[in-house]
């Protein structure tokens, strides 16, 4: 797992720091003793993860545009960092179908920038770039994807993933046999408290109970892989580690969930609003609705061999984790208490993934 002695007094740089999953890795990389600097745009949502656990005082926070070599040249000379994390990205498959350029430019673009700073950066041992499962060429198989199979995309998000993962790979090749070495990374759908994205299950399903609505569910048959924020986080952390000590490792890697969790839309519905309390869900079918994909797994093989990571959470746990972070924020919950409801969650995880791993 995460080895704490690795990480304190080790400076960090996080592209995305001000959204969820960034917000997370933040927090860990803190609890961590690490020294982290952000760069990013300010919160795209209100509320957000970032602003309820006020990170802005607790790490150095920039605000920039991905695509302004400039600024984030200059974020990065002066974080000096030996790992970089970078998460910046337009994350959300709806969006693209109405801003596909945006899409590409953030998240193609954006990635060749940060890379090409990076090769400006001495100080730089690791690279982890995060991408997406959709970055496959979804055949709506029921066996997860390994990394070796074809890149693809339906949709400008799912496309411009792919494309990341390429440029990604034609800069390890390319400028990076010597220096940091350089790795991409797939994760599953990932829930976890502090999460207000639009169209997304959880945080809609939030929203609607805030209002006393039904929670209103686009594809409840879709298949997805669920799994807590902190999963793939861990196997992230775990993966930098590798990264400075091997190029072995600088490849493109899975972090998904069990198999077992990889269930419908509608079945994680029912469990999140059990857990509630109360609550309500209508399927809802959309005229012209643009193509999401119906079924989606991945296989995560290749991290539990060579890194000895794989999932510890069930999906149950991995939704009480989530409900109880948004039960404390709609209670009123102040920053401080919500940060520390996120150390408290990271700990446990940890504590539980030690525990899965004793014989």
């Known amino acids: 797992m995460v080895r704490r002695e690795f990480w304190r007094g080790r400076s960090v740089f996080l592209t995305g720091h001000t959204g969820f999953k960034g917000g997370w890795l933040s927090t860990w990389l803190l609890t961590l003793g690490a020294r982290v600097a952000g760069y990013a745009l300010a919160p795209d949502t209100t509320p957000s993860y970032f602003e309820r656990c006020g990170l802005a005082e607790r790490l150095a926070s920039c605000y920039g545009d991905i695509n302004d070599a400039g600024a984030l040249e200059a974020a990065l000379g002066a974080a000096r960092p030996s790992i970089v994390f970078h998460l910046a990205a337009q994350s959300l498959v709806r969006r693209s179908y109405r801003a596909p350029v945006e899409t590409f430019a953030t998240n193609v673009l954006g990635t060749a920038r940060l890379l090409e700073a ?6 730089a041992e690791a690279v982890v770039v995060v991408t997406s499962d959709k970055c496959y060429d979804n055949r709506e ?6 990394e070796d199979e074809p890149l693809g995309g339906h949709d400008p998000y799912s496309a411009s993933k792919a494309a990341a993962e390429l440029v990604a790979a034609a800069y390890r090749r390319s400028f990076f046999a010597q220096g940091a070495r350089v790795a991409t990374v797939r994760a599953g759908n990932v829930i976890g408290g502090g999460d207000w994205g639009e169209d997304r299950l959880v945080p809609d399903a939030m929203r609607a109970l805030a209002r006393g609505e039904a929670v209103r569910v686009r594809n409840p048959a879709a298949v997805r892989p669920w799994q807590h924020v902190l999963e793939p986080l ?4 775990t993966l930098a580690e590798r990264l400075v000590e091997s190029d072995a490792f600088a ?27 109360d609550g309500r869900w209508e399927a809802v079918a ?21 890194l000895g990571w794989r999932p510890v959470l069930t ?9 109880a972070w948004y039960r404390a924020a709609a209670g009123g919950a102040t ?16 504590r539980r993934w030690r525990a899965a791993r004793e014989p």
């Open 234 to 237: 861990g196997g992230y952390l």
């Open 315 to 323: 999906l149950k746990e991995a939704a009480e984790l989530t409900v």
């Open 141 to 146: 198989r029921p066996e997860g994807y390994r």
């Open 335 to 350: 920053p401080p208490a919500l940060y520390d409801l996120g150390v408290e969650q990271i700990g446990w995880y940890e």
């Open 118 to 123: 990076v090769r400006g950066t001495p100080s």
């Open 251 to 277: 490849t493109a890697w899975n972090f998904g969930p069990r198999d077992e969790d990889a269930v419908p839309v509608a079945a994680l519905v029912e469990l999140v609003l059990g857990l509630w309390g």
């Open 286 to 306: 959309e005229a012209a609705a643009p193509h999401e994909a119906g079924l989606l797994r991945l296989d995560w093989t290749q991290a539990r061999q060579r």
